[in-house]
Nanobody
């Protein structure tokens, strides 16, 4: 059974940083291209960063230069380092593979506000 557990969210002021973690069951993360997605209130879920099994990364323009995705296959974990956070980064953040599994984790809430 696929299980992805996100953590690390919270309330942060604009300009602050957070590091999100996504722990996967079994070998899910080790053998898949993985992504971080986010869903803001009233908006569709969107992919913001991805990392291939070989370590190639891609980012949407909105987060490029501020967010860094990484993976630790030994720990079956994917990370998202978020710096210079902006209010528009406020969303629930999820991890999933590319293409996505049908099931999603509970996500982790990130709120950027002064």
């Amino acid at each position: 059974q696929v299980q992805l557990v996100e953590s690390g969210g919270g309330l942060v002021q604009p300009g602050g940083s957070l590091r999100l973690s996504c722990a996967g069951s079994g070998r899910i993360i080790r053998v898949n291209n993985m992504g971080w997605y986010r869903q803001a209130p009233g908006k569709q879920r969107e992919l913001v960063a991805s990392i291939s099994t070989g370590g190639t990364t891609n980012y949407v323009v909105a987060v490029k230069g501020r967010f860094t995705i990484s993976r630790d296959n030994a720990k079956n974990t994917v990370y998202l380092q978020m710096n210079s956070l902006k209010p528009e980064d406020t969303a629930v953040y999820y991890c999933n593979r590319l293409p996505t599994f049908p099931s999603w984790g509970q996500g982790t809430q990130v709120t950027v506000s002064s």
